[in-house]
């Protein structure tokens, strides 16, 4: 038996290699940079040197006010929106439903870069879709990227857009493990397809709903395509900088590596901080 | 209470036709029993009385009300799932509420009928946990509750024991006979099962293929089937089916050589209608309407391949030719290495069929 367990990690031992060094090396390393000020040669302890920085610096409160102004309007609305969108395709009316499956989940795959350009076509101040739209109907057009509150919205967009699709076949996916006969039940208790949704499908759905929700939060904590291709690096000055992007600011073109470790635990830290509170939100009583 | 009531009843799925024209009348009060193999159509006939399928053809009338197009809810029944659809996020007395909060029930009345159901059915000590942490013979139990609540005039039972094991089952039949008794309400049941079919029913339908085999009591069916099918289907161990061949008409009887067993003739008295010298026939016997040699009109000898011992009979697996007999004996008389011997079929006691399967009386 021990032999056998032998061989088994012997197996293993090049990806545990590579998940080491590639992996555990870095986040163990980023933890102790964090704590040293890595602008002078050579790197020196110095523990309240980023801290200290960290929570002093007005940069850093900016990004972290529109990461959770993101979360906070996007995510809610990417959840409900998807649920819609999964109710929509387990219904039994729905003809041609692998195709309208595919289309939602197709965002995904689309190159972010390329995503992210036609975004920015699609909003921009004369050419865009967008507003040639607002144009016929009558409304004044709006400047989407020189204006905080529109660029945060393009972005919101954005992200919706990319991922809701991608939540919506998930949420399918738990849709579909509710049995019909649960449903039959309801409606001859004389329980309205409303009332169904809402104290059978939703309640019965609610892990899949958690568990997007985690996935979303934690994405949205991340967020850094979107800021850095469509709002161009966070503009317009400063006005979407996400945590993602002072990170990226900080490490890649400051180089401050110490700097960029301290806010990347702080998003790791959040990240997790943020989950737990919902986890512990939505348990199952008892 | 309400008496149901099924006209020339189709049903079709796309342009496929899985009922073909059912006529049933059930009783205000009876239990009728739906019996016949897996796909023969009989869910289907019940979620029609439900409401959960439409009716393709015909008309279905609950207490002399046509129903065709009567919301389920507003049909007065309730049906009982076989894999027992409670709600899993809710407690057993919310599962038996819910229907009521949901329609504004007064509060008071609720709580008067879930308390009855759960007196009816043993389950108040289950109030408050939920489906997952109940047994298989519990949840049915609340999925019979949750009929129960409703106070419906009429009960649909789609196969609802077929997820319990042996012992569960036979104790839940008796307890399902038992509530149809204090409730007196119009069940109908359907199952595989032709034991529980036998056991619970009042009224036994036949059903193969969409279509209604024969309708009637439990004892009537088993004496007196109108075809090889029911005959096949009601009882068990199976009746035997012997090849036969009408060989002389004479005095409103026929003379039937069994094919497969040297010859051997019975002289089997008809009615009015008589089949062809030359006809071939089926001769149909039930296990236990064997006889020892030289009791009957007809001897055959078998040889017995496996026995099952039940204590008080036991059920012999004979070869006779090609055709495999199974025949009950009492348990003195099968004794190990006793395995030819001659058993013998008492023509009152047997039944003709044509080759079609139809009963010549
Ligand atoms: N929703 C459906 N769509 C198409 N065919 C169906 C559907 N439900 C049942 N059938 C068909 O109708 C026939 C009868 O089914 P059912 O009533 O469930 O049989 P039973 O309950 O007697 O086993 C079967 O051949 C089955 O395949
Ligand atoms: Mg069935």
Redesign the interface.
């Known amino acids: 038996m021990r032999y056998r367990n032998a061989t088994a990690y012997r197996f293993l031992t090049p990806y545990l290699l590579i998940f080491a060094i590639f992996w555990i090396w870095p986040i163990i390393s980023s933890f102790i940079i964090s704590f040293q000020a890595t602008r002078t040669v050579p790197w020196r302890f110095a523990p309240t040197f980023n801290w200290g920085r960290l929570i002093g610096d007005p940069a850093f409160y900016n990004a972290l006010k529109n990461t959770l102004l993101i979360l906070v309007i996007q995510v809610p609305v990417m959840i409900s929106l998807a649920i819609v969108m999964a109710v929509l395709l387990n219904s039994p009316l729905l003809k041609a439903r692998g195709l309208y499956r595919f289309a939602f989940f197709a965002p995904v795959v689309v190159g972010e870069v390329a995503y992210s350009a036609v975004f920015r076509l699609m909003f921009s101040l004369d050419f865009g879709i967008v507003n040639k739209l607002l144009d016929s109907v009558g409304l004044s057009k709006i400047d989407w990227f020189s204006n905080v509150t529109p660029a945060m919205a393009v972005i919101m967009i954005a992200v919706t857009w990319r991922w809701a699709g991608y939540n919506a076949i998930i949420l399918l996916a738990g849709l579909q493990s509710i049995?019909d006969?649960?449903y039959?039940?309801?409606?001859?208790?004389?329980?309205?397809k409303l009332?169904q949704f809402f104290?059978?499908t939703l309640?019965?759905l609610k892990p899949v709903i958690v568990f997007c929700a985690v996935l979303s939060i934690i994405g949205t904590m991340q967020l850094f395509t979107e800021p850095f291709l469509i709002t161009e690096r966070g503009g317009p000055g400063g006005g979407t900088e996400t945590l993602g992007l002072l990170l990226y600011r900080q490490g890649f073109r400051s180089l401050n590596f110490g700097y960029a470790s301290a806010v990347a635990y702080t998003m790791a830290g959040l990240a997790i901080a943020i989950t737990l509170v919902q986890l512990w939100l939505t348990r199952d009583p008892k | 209470m309400a008496a149901v009531t099924l006209t020339n009843v189709v049903k079709r799925f796309g342009g496929f036709e899985v009922v073909h024209g059912a006529n049933i009348d059930i009783a205000d009060g009876e239990f009728v029993v739906f019996v016949g193999p897996s796909g023969c159509g009989k869910s289907t006939l019940l979620r029609m009385v439900a409401g959960l399928e439409d009716i393709s053809g015909g008309e279905i009338a609950i207490g002399g009300k046509v129903v065709n197009d009567v919301e389920p809810a507003d049909r007065g029944v309730a049906m009982v799932f076989q894999s027992y659809a409670l709600y899993p996020h809710m407690t057993v007395e919310q599962n038996l509420s819910f229907g009521l909060r949901m329609n504004g029930n007064p509060k008071a009345d609720t709580e008067r009928r879930v308390k009855r159901a759960a007196e009816i059915l043993r389950i108040d000590e289950l109030m408050q946990r939920r489906p997952k942490q109940l047994s298989g013979g519990q949840r049915q139990r609340v999925a019979i509750g949750r009929a129960i609540v409703r106070e419906p005039q009429v009960f649909l039972f789609d196969e609802p024991l077929s997820n319990l094991d042996a012992e569960l089952r036979v104790q839940m039949r008796v307890e399902i006979s038992r509530l149809h008794k204090e409730l007196g309400v119009t069940m109908i049941y359907v199952t595989h099962d032709q034991t529980e079919a036998m056991t619970l029913a009042d009224r036994i339908v036949v059903l193969k293929s969409g279509n209604v085999e024969q309708i009637g009591a439990p004892l009537d069916l088993y004496d007196d089937p109108s075809n090889r099918f029911v005959a096949g289907f009601i009882g068990s161990p199976k009746m035997n089916f012997l090849k036969g061949k009408v060989t002389e008409i004479s005095n409103s009887a026929a003379i039937i050589e069994l094919v497969n067993h040297g010859g051997a003739k019975l002289r089997k008295p008809l009615g009015q209608e008589l089949p062809a010298v030359g006809a071939e026939v089926v001769l149909g016997v039930r296990p236990e309407h064997f006889c020892e040699a030289g009791e009957g009109d007809c001897d055959i000898p078998v040889k017995a391949d496996v026995a099952e011992h039940l204590g008080s009979v036991s059920y012999v697996y004979a070869n006779a030719g090609p055709e495999e007999l199974v025949i009950e004996r009492e348990a003195s008389r099968q004794r190990a290495g006793d395995d030819h011997f001659t058993v013998s079929i008492k023509a009152e006691r047997s039944l003709l069929f044509d080759k079609a399967g139809a009963r010549i009386r």
């Open positions: 049995p006969d649960v039959e039940a309801a409606t001859l208790d004389r329980v309205s009332k104290y059978i309640p019965l």
